[in-house]
């Protein structure tokens, strides 16, 4: 079953006839069937399932994680299916940003950082990278906390760090898991608010998986992962 | 190494261990290393002082003095070589037993004829040219010998005074004394001498026409040797020397060894790091040039702080009798082994860290 994409000629994202399983005893039990996705630019899609539907498996997916087992993962008109990892590498460094469950930070690096990490992979003008950081600390009302360890961060700091780091490479496609599972209902609305924000802001075609409802109310479309197949839910506007 | 040099400067207790059993290993090198040349030097200081280049010995006698036996009379063939000097020279290990009471001495007895190339000083000259006496190594003034102090040479009735002192090393870790050739003979063989000798001494000069000399050596029935090989004919030499590489191999394989396995489970550790860092674009090789690169800091960092610790232990051991000597060359090259096969270790990670897969970063799993 596939969901119907957009009406935008060549989507940042799109997802043609993915096909995923994994071992479940001597069968395999299938994840992903024939899913097709495309996801416009400053679009925002959430994405929720029940645990273990394979939501992060197709976040894996889009996001050049893995290869898919059938189908084909297009990032700003480039297939990626058959490409080297190498190549699937560089598409990801340059196209692609992933907001973390826990943000995922680096426990040796500030705040600051975090930022400029992505920005020394992608061999970025380390002075280039630095005001692009604080500009983005700022712009997520975090530029006091610049020079924080993570572990001097609250849980919503943390989670706004991990999305300024997502912002860093400027992606076309911005992916996120569970990105409020680990907050409170107060921490997970604002985080989702300022997700979807920066989402639209930098023109991000963005993929959210949830199980939470906090994303939902930012989401521009809303689908639902079952049984392999993903079923549109409804939109902002219904 | 952006990661890496933050993730030292923070987190640098986790590095302590690995860091002080480098260090460990370097200080137990360095002074092993001291041993090594402090052994070589009291093995051979005698011969290495001695301005010869080759050796001319009985063939077969693999440089060992005591198998080797010339006659003076070969060293005229090699003489007429141009630009080649050429001397006989007899070496035997002998006891002196003091006719004034004193201590008995071994020593490594070298018997060189006064006018030899090998004795280059005008005392010495006269010294071996004078009436038969013993020259000493300077170290027997410590313990008590004098000028004019006699001894009768073990093996022999022969009787000699010192006659001088020199800084004259030691051969197979006894103190050389000279004599003349002549006095030698006549410890060695009575009055039967017939002019023998240990080897032939030959000084050649770079340029030489090395033809003549393998044809002065096949006319004497004579195998020339280089004097870097006479040192193996020193007694214990070849074997100390193996010991000695053996424990300093060996402790490399260990130092390798930790170093793998430390970073082994650091890169374990590290699984979701490194597969956030791949998530993020990061190729194999800058998760590598990071990991390694960290790797190479401690390695480096350990092995100076332990080779400065060693060699001010090899200093203070070389106050005491310990035969310890150093120079920078084994240092550098101890320290530098110990680097190297420190990065060879962690490369057993190399598989683990390249084989992380980004989907890990999701901890979605293959």
Same mark, same amino acid.
């Given at each position: ?54 939501? *992060? ?21 480039t ?35 975090q ?30 906390r610049?020079?924080q ?14 999305i ?12 996120? %898991? ?9 921490l997970a ?50 | ?76 063939a090699?003489a ?45 000259q %006269? ?5 038969p ?21 073990? $093996? ?18 006894v103190?050389?004394?000279?004599? *003349? ?5 006549s ?6 001498a ?26 004497t029935?004579t ?9 193996? $004919?020193s ?28 970073f ?18 990061? *190729?194999?090789?800058y ?38 000597d ?41």
């Amino acid at each position: 079953m596939a969901t119907s994409p957009t009406d935008t000629p060549l989507a940042p994202l799109a997802l043609r006839g993915l096909g995923a399983s994994v071992p479940d005893g001597r069968e395999r039990r299938v994840l992903l069937d024939d899913v097709d996705l495309d996801v416009a630019a400053g679009e925002v899609v959430v994405i929720t399932g029940p645990s273990g539907s394979g939501k *992060s498996t197709l976040l894996a997916l889009a996001g050049l994680l893995r290869a898919p087992a059938t189908g084909d993962v297009v990032v700003s008109g480039t297939s990626t299916a058959g490409l080297r990892p190498r190549r699937r590498t560089d598409l990801r460094r340059t196209n692609i940003g992933i907001v973390y469950q826990s943000a995922n930070l680096l426990a040796p690096l500030t705040a600051r950082e975090q930022l400029e990490l992505a920005g020394h992979i992608r061999r970025r003008p380390r002075r280039e990278v630095r005001a692009h950081a604080d500009a983005l600390l700022d712009e997520l009302g975090l530029g006091d906390r610049a020079d924080q360890l993570p572990a001097q961060l609250s849980g919503g700091e943390r989670q706004r760090v991990g999305i300024a780091r997502a912002l860093m490479g400027s992606p076309t496609v911005l992916l996120a %898991d569970e990105p409020t599972a680990s907050l409170d209902p107060e921490l997970a609305a604002e985080v989702a608010r300022i997700l979807a924000t920066e989402a639209h802001r930098h023109g991000a075609a963005t993929v959210i998986v949830t199980h939470d409802d906090a994303p939902l109310r930012h989401a521009d479309r809303h689908l639902h992962l079952s049984a392999g197949a993903l079923v549109e839910v409804g939109t902002v506007a219904s | 190494m952006f990661l890496a040099w933050r993730d030292l400067r923070r987190t640098w207790r986790r590095f302590l261990l690995v860091g002080a059993v480098v260090a460990l290993v370097a200080v137990l090198s360095t002074v092993l290393a001291g041993l090594a040349d402090g052994l070589v030097r009291d093995g051979t200081s005698g011969v290495r002082a001695l301005p010869y280049t080759n050796l001319a010995m009985e063939p077969g006698a693999a440089a060992v003095f005591s198998r080797s036996t010339v006659t003076a009379d070969d060293a005229d063939a090699f003489a007429a070589i141009p630009g080649v000097e050429a001397s006989p020279v007899g070496v035997s290990f002998v006891n002196a037993a003091s006719l004034d009471g004193g201590a008995s001495l071994d020593l490594a007895l070298f018997g060189v004829p006064a006018g030899s190339f090998l004795a280059d000083r005008r005392d010495a000259q %006269d010294a071996l040219a004078g009436p038969p006496g013993l020259v000493l190594s300077s170290e027997f003034l410590d313990k008590g010998v004098r000028l004019g102090d006699r001894y009768r040479l073990g $093996g022999s009735d022969v009787e000699l005074p010192v006659v001088g002192f020199t800084i004259a090393g030691s051969y197979g870790h006894v103190p050389i004394a000279f004599t *003349s050739l002549a006095t030698w003979q006549s410890i060695n063989y009575g009055t039967d001498a017939r002019g023998r000798a240990s080897a032939i001494a030959l000084k050649v000069p770079s340029g030489t026409d090395h033809d003549a000399v393998d044809s002065a050596a096949a006319a004497t029935g004579t195998e020339v040797i280089s004097k870097s090989r006479s040192y193996d $004919g020193s007694p214990g030499f070849t074997a100390e020397t193996a010991t000695m590489t053996l424990i300093r191999g060996f402790l490399l394989v260990i130092s390798a060894l930790i170093v793998g396995a430390f970073f082994t489970v650091l890169a374990v550790q590290r699984t979701r790091q490194t597969g956030l860092l791949k998530a993020m674009g990061a *190729s194999d090789a800058y998760v590598l040039r990071d990991g390694i690169g960290q790797m190479a800091v401690v390695v480096l960092a350990s092995t100076l702080v332990g080779t400065a610790v060693g060699v001010a232990m090899v200093a203070a051991l070389a106050r005491t009798s310990a035969p310890v000597d150093l120079s920078p060359r084994s240092i550098a090259t101890s320290a530098a082994l110990l680097v190297v096969t420190g990065l060879i270790g962690s490369l057993v990670a190399f598989r683990r860290v390249t084989s992380v897969e980004p989907a890990v970063a999701l901890g979605v799993e293959g």
